[in-house]
């Protein structure tokens, strides 16, 4: 059963700093990995989509990385802004009898606040 | 319309108590999915849609968990005899794909509407 972790659970930075957040995924047949951005009492806004052929995904300055092999995924943020407070979230699709589908497997979420 | 739409925003409920939450998905989107998002947790998938079919409801958590969507566009995520556990928010999103083109298209992609908050007293 595929189970999807996210390091650390809250973040707290001041403003400028670079920083990483983690997702690490037990099954490593995935098909892509999605990093999802949660505002309080919003949607999921999606950020960065990587297949499974790829090794790393970039917008402005969003980098995400992903080592199947190894079971992880990285979301980098440059030069953090206090408009990038959110919970970000990674999701990876259910696959079962050798196809995929769109059903999601989230992660629990990476709390991150940028201070002024 | 633009994006996904669901309603209420907000929604207090009395244990016992029925309550019926509604999806707009975008015009034209094949693919509606319900996820249930508890506090400081990711969401979980509930159910999913193929047009008015329902191919998948293994997510629901209980019989007194119901989704339909008759006409293929608006759906509504009904719940009976509402419990405490059942206080969440609850996600819509829509898909312009279909199961079976698979994550590997480029197309592939979900829009999620606001949610609504559901809170049993």
């Known amino acids: 059963k595929q189970e999807v972790t996210q390091i650390p659970a809250a973040l707290s930075v001041p403003e400028g700093e670079n920083l990483v957040l983690n997702c690490s995924f037990t099954?490593?047949?995935?098909?892509?990995l999605q990093w999802f951005r949660q505002d309080p009492g919003k949607g999921l806004t999606s950020l960065l989509l990587?297949?499974?052929?790829?090794r790393e995904q970039t917008s402005g300055r969003l980098n995400a990385s992903l080592d199947k092999s190894s079971g992880r995924s990285t979301l980098y943020i440059a030069a953090s802004q206090p408009g990038d407070s959110a919970t970000y979230l990674c999701?990876?699709?259910?696959?079962?009898?050798?196809?995929?589908?769109?059903?999601?497997?989230f992660g629990t979420g990476t709390l991150l606040a940028v201070q002024p | 319309g633009a994006g996904v739409s669901q309603s209420p925003r907000y929604k207090v409920a009395k244990r016992g108590q029925d309550v019926a939450l509604r999806c707009d998905p975008i015009?034209?989107?094949?693919?509606l999915f319900w996820y249930q998002q508890a506090l400081g947790q990711g969401p979980e998938f509930l159910t999913y849609f193929q047009n008015e079919a329902q191919l998948d409801k293994s997510g629901l958590p209980s019989d007194r968990f119901f989704a339909e969507r008759p006409e293929g566009s608006v759906s509504t995520l009904k719940i009976q005899r509402t419990q405490q556990e059942d206080s969440a928010v609850y996600l819509c999103?829509?898909?312009?794909?279909?199961?079976?083109?698979?994550?590997?298209?480029?197309?592939?992609?979900?829009?999620f509407g606001s949610g609504t908050r559901l809170t049993v007293v």
């Open positions: 099954d490593s047949a995935i098909y892509n």
């Open positions: 999103a829509s898909s312009f794909l279909t199961t079976s083109a698979g994550p590997s298209d480029p197309r592939y992609g979900y829009t």
């Open positions: 999701a990876v699709p259910i696959s079962y009898y050798g196809g995929a589908t769109n059903k999601l497997i």
């Open positions: 015009s034209g989107h094949v693919s």
């Open positions: 990587i297949q499974s052929s790829q």
